[in-house]
Nanobody, 127 residues
């Protein structure tokens, strides 16, 4: 059974940075997508970023490209991080870590393809 646990959310001022972590257990990284999504009140769940295995290619949503970066932790292979820089008020949302064990590239941005989800962590960008 796959378990995903996010941490690192909080309140930050516009222009600031936050780092989220996702600890995964029960997951084999043979062919899988590990993704980040976010959902603001009244809005649909939005693709933020994902890493594809095998290969380690990274994909980003247009709204975060150039500001956010996701990677697998070198010291702990079961940990994924999301570094968020130059945060904006519109980045405010609950952020989720997710796993797609099907690993179909054309669906990497589709939340419906992900079969395991963390509980989410709140990120609030406000002065």
């Amino acid at each position: 059974q796959v378990e995903l646990v996010e941490s690192g959310g909080g309140l930050v001022q516009p222009g600031g940075s936050l780092r989220l972590s996702c600890a995964a257990s029960g997951l084999t990284f043979g062919r899988v997508h590990m993704g980040w999504f976010r959902q603001a009140p009244g809005k649909e769940r939005e693709f933020v970023a994902a890493i594809r295995w095998p290969g380690g290619n990274v994909y980003y949503g247009d709204s975060v490209k150039g500001r956010f970066a996701t990677s697998r932790d070198n010291a702990n292979k079961n940990m994924m991080t999301l570094q968020m820089n130059r945060l904006k008020p519109e980045d405010t949302a609950v952020y989720y870590c997710a796993a797609d064990r099907g690993g179909i590239l054309s669906s990497i941005r589709n939340p419906a393809q992900y079969d395991s989800w963390g509980q989410g962590t709140q990120v609030t960008v406000s002065s």
